[in-house]
């Protein structure tokens, strides 16, 4: 069996998923935390290495074992690069995690722990919408300074210290920052929240 072009197709959806993955991580990039976005793409690359490797381990299978071999290997394929996903920055996860079920005074705990190691922008911008979302505006705000001063094109920052802003009564900054969104690094769907809060500002 031929297994040239499936394997390509498969090395071509991995080639996609990388590129997503380097596109959420791109903030790594521009503060320079090269060691973190690699680690982040692991998981990625070392499917590609098993796919990659797919062909040759099929040569030598022969017709009574082809399908066990083939089950075994792309199962073991499948079972470490899972393993693999889930040990690249478990606490940022979790942290996420317990933020979007609403334990906002935890989810500030965790992240104010990953800053302590780590004090990537990100960060402070996650501490910042979870500190926003506890009632601590002031603390909220120096995050997102933060954030801002160590990343100035990380538009969640720009987003979260208006949503900071916006609730201390400062309107013209918060619709100021809200602008901002639009000319730094923001996705569609950011993009689209940014647009809401602008014309909620409005009334």
């Known amino acids: ?105 935890k989810a500030a705990a965790l992240y104010e722990d990953l800053i302590t190691r780590r004090p990537l922008p990100r960060y402070y911008s996650a501490l910042a919408a979870t500190l926003d979302a506890t009632g601590n505006p002031h603390g909220a705000l120096e995050a997102a300074e933060q954030a801002i001063k160590g990343d100035p094109k990380l538009g969640i920052a720009y987003f979260n210290r208006a949503s900071t802003l916006a609730a201390l009564g400062e309107k013209s900054q918060a619709r100021a920052d809200l602008q901002n969104v639009f000319m730094v690094d923001s996705g569609r769907a950011l993009r689209r929240a940014t647009a809401e809060a602008l014309e909620s500002l409005e009334k």
């Not at 069996?1 to 997503?20: H, S």
């Not at 098993?50 to 017709?63: K, N, V, W, Y």
């Not at 089950?71 to 996903?85: E, H, N, R, S």
Request: hydrophobic share 50%; net charge positive.
């Open 1 to 105: 069996m031929n297994l040239l072009y499936p394997t390509l197709v498969a090395l071509a959806i991995l080639a996609i998923f990388g590129f997503v993955i380097g596109r959420q991580n791109r903030d790594l990039l521009r503060i320079r935390q090269y060691r973190e976005f690699l680690w982040r793409l692991i998981p990625t690359l070392s499917t590609a290495v098993f796919i990659i490797g797919l062909p040759f381990i099929m040569r030598e299978a022969t017709f009574d074992n082809y399908g066990p071999v083939l089950f075994v290997y792309l199962g073991g394929a499948a079972v470490l690069t899972i393993v693999m996903a889930r040990a690249v920055s478990p606490e940022e996860r979790h942290a996420g995690m317990i933020f979007r079920k609403g334990e906002y005074e």
